[in-house]
Structures are given as structure tokens and as C-alpha cells.
């Protein structure tokens, strides 16, 4: 276990050619664990744990819809039964049904933009969740009392629309999971992987605003290294903004540089050699951003959408 600072834990456990973090932050009087990981995770990594503390967790706060994050839910309430298992409502559906966690966020832009992962990966999915389902919700601005600390709950929406950061007061760490992904999602190396998955721009930037307002001495993060030092912390969350406001400007500059009308897909085959530093056999991972940008520029007119499937896009133009 790495212990982080006094009783905030990082677990890693391996994730195809990446990395996973659980969480546990330990009171004198119970303790918080924070996402399961996949179906095999909490037997590997956080069974040992667990037994070797001197409490019972109270609590499992999955941060949100993601196999990686809840895909080891039945087997932690397995580990922790008396603990209750909690996310916030409007992810619940997702974690609660993998069927409609790959429906509506996996698969959801089949439909209109013909972007789809595939077999493939569904199966991957299917096999890494344990069909865990949570007790409750929670409902942010929440906190949880473990004793001699509390942690607070927090929505961070961006990544998914009931994303969640758990912050310990004691120490003023940010359990951030995927809520702010700098530029990049590095691979266990810590180089870049693929792009930042969030979805929704303008909850995205909110919550970069919502984490500078904790003004966090840490972040941790599901994919990264600990962000140490408030300084460090501050430019994670700077890079994490600063890449969605440049892949605006870009998407924008792509829109009114074209010929005619563009689907999603081309839109993200000319913007990806902009803003990469992964490598380009994972452009397609820009799929949820690069439609969550559009989307939202339709809402501000600065974009426009023309019906068909699939859907296409085009500039403004003069009002």
C-alpha cells in the first residue's frame, strides 16, 4: 500500500498497458474507500488491505460511470459488507447496468455520428464489470465523518455528467479521479496514451474552477502520478482547461477553414494533428471531447448542425 500522506492511500493495479488507482482514506473511527476498478481489481489490490485495517470502511464513492471505477463493485461490497456504496444519482443508471453504461456512454454516439468501438471492446467491458451495483446516491456538497477527519464530496462534472471528487480536509488532498486529465492520459510509463475523455466542455471547465476554489495541497488521480505541492496541483488543473480551450479554438478554426459541412470524424481526423502528443493510432480516443465541443458550440452559435446521419457541422457565419 502506498500511503500517501497519513491516512490517504493510493492503490495501483495494473490496466492493460496503464494503470488504475483505488483510494482509501482511514479514520480513527472508519474509513472511505474511493472506486473498485475492474471486476478482478479488489481482490488483487485491496482485499490485503482492507484486513489489515484497524477500522471498517463505512463508505464506497464510486466517482462515476467508468468500467475501470465501478467494474469491481459487487466484489468490494463483498469485501467491506457493512460499508455503503454510494454515487452521485446522475451516473447511477450507468453504474448500476452495464448494458446501459455501454448504451449510453460507450456506444452513445453510434447513432448520429457512426462512431462506434466495436465488438471488441464491449467485450472487454462485459468481462471487466462484476454487475456491483451501488445502495445510494449522494448528492454533492456532502461529507462523510470518519472520526478524527471528514472528507467532503464534491461534483466535478466533465467526464461523465455525476463525476465526483472526494477531498480529505485533514490533509487537503483532492481525490480528483478522472475529473481533470491535463493534456494527456499517460500509459504506465507516463507517456502519453490518448486524449482527454471528457464529454462535456463546459462542466469540464466548471469544475477545473470548483478544484481551484479547494486550492488542493495534492491531487490524486485514477491514471497519473500524484500531483504533489500546491504549485503543481494549480498547473495540472491550468493544463487540464487550457487543453479543452485550445481544442475549441481549433475545432472553430477547422470549421470555418472548410469546403463544406463536416461529420464528427472528420472534424476529429483534421484537429488530431493539433493538439496530439499520443500517439496517432489513438486519435479516435478525441471522439467524446471533439462531439462534447460541437455540441456546445451549436448551443453558443458558433457553430451549426445540419440534420442526416451522420450528423455534419459548419461555421456560423455571419450573423
Not at 148 to 153: E, I
Amino acid at each position: 500500500m502506498s500511503e500517501v500522506v497519513p491516512g490517504v492511500h493510493r492503490l495501483a493495479a495494473p490496466l492493460g498497458d496503464r494503470y488504475v488507482c483505488l483510494f482509501l482514506v482511514v479514520g480513527s473511527a472508519s474509513a472511505v474507500v474511493v472506486d473498485t476498478g475492474v471486476a478482478d481489481t479488489p481482490a488483487a489490490a485491496l482485499a490485503p488491505e482492507l484486513a489489515a485495517l484497524e477500522v471498517d470502511a463505512s463508505h464506497i464513492v464510486i466517482t462515476h460511470a467508468d468500467v475501470d471505477h465501478s467494474g469491481g463493485l459487487a466484489a468490494t461490497r463483498r469485501l467491506a459488507p457493512q460499508a455503503l456504496a454510494v454515487c452521485h444519482p446522475l451516473d447511477r443508471p450507468l453504474v448500476d447496468s452495464v448494458d446501459r453504461l455501454l448504451d449510453e456512454r460507450y456506444r452513445e454516439l453510434r447513432h448520429d455520428h457512426e462512431i462506434d468501438p466495436g465488438p471488441e471492446f464491449c467485450g472487454w467491458v462485459r468481462a471487466n464489470d462484476d454487475g456491483g451495483t451501488v445502495a445510494d446516491v449522494v448528492v454533492p456538497p456532502a461529507h462523510i465523518d470518519l472520526g478524527d477527519r471528514r472528507v467532503a464530496v464534491l461534483h466535478t462534472p466533465g467526464h461523465t455528467r455525476g463525476h465526483l471528487t472526494v477531498v480529505d480536509e485533514l490533509t487537503r488532498t483532492a481525490i480528483v479521479a478522472d475529473a481533470v486529465m491535463a493534456g494527456a492520459v499517460p500509459d504506465a510509463a507516463g507517456e502519453p496514451a490518448f486524449a482527454p475523455t471528457y464529454r462535456y466542455p463546459a462542466e469540464y471547465r466548471e469544475s477545473c474552477a470548483v478544484l481551484r476554489r479547494v486550492d488542493p495541497e495534492r491531487l490524486l488521480c485514477s491514471h497519473y502520478a500524484v500531483v504533489e505541492g500546491r504549485a503543481a496541483a494549480a498547473a495540472f488543473i491550468d493544463e487540464s482547461e487550457s487543453f479543452a480551450l485550445r481544442l475549441e479554438r481549433e475545432i472553430l478554426d477547422v470549421l470555418e477553414d472548410a469546403a463544406r459541412p463536416l461529420p464528427a470524424v472528420d472534424v476529429i481526423t483534421a484537429v488530431a494533428p493539433r493538439v496530439r502528443t499520443w500517439d496517432a493510432t489513438m486519435d479516435w480516443t478525441l471522439a467524446q471531447p471533439v462531439v462534447g465541443h460541437l455540441d456546445e458550440l451549436v448551443l453558443r452559435r458558433l457553430a451549426r448542425v445540419l440534420p442526416g446521419r451522420p450528423l455534419t457541422y459548419a461555421a456560423a457565419g455571419p450573423s
